[in-house]
């Protein structure tokens, strides 16, 4: 499976955005889902994964701010950004099955 995240951008601080990534095949019997990011001279970090039940984990940095979902049906994964800081900018990646998206940036500029 192939992975391309979309969605990124430009935004105010308290503002959203909804990151996509769509899977070049089914991902019905794919488990564990993830979001990273990588903010400029930082590691790559964890923000957040989905299983296949759809049980969630968040790292507490987004936790309350940011939803993971998928949708089986359209072999899509989500990340919904809320209320967005200064400190959420990075390239935002998703990763399943060992496979890595290739990143969309999401600048929270004022």
């Known amino acids: 499976v192939q992975l391309q995240a979309f969605g990124g951008g430009l935004v105010q601080p308290g503002e959203s955005l909804r990151l996509s990534c769509a899977a070049s095949g089914s991902i019905f019997r794919i488990g564990v889902m993830h979001w990273y990011r990588q903010a400029p001279g930082k590691q790559r970090e964890l923000v957040a994964y989905?299983?296949?039940?759809?049980?969630?984990s968040y790292a507490d940095s987004v936790k309350g701010r940011f939803t993971i979902s998928r949708d089986n049906a359209k072999n899509t994964l989500y990340l919904q950004m809320n209320s967005l800081k200064l400190e959420d900018t990075a390239v935002y990646y998703c990763q399943a099955v060992g496979v890595w998206g290739q990143g969309t940036l999401v600048t929270v500029s004022s």
């Open positions: 989905i299983t296949g039940s759809g049980s969630t």
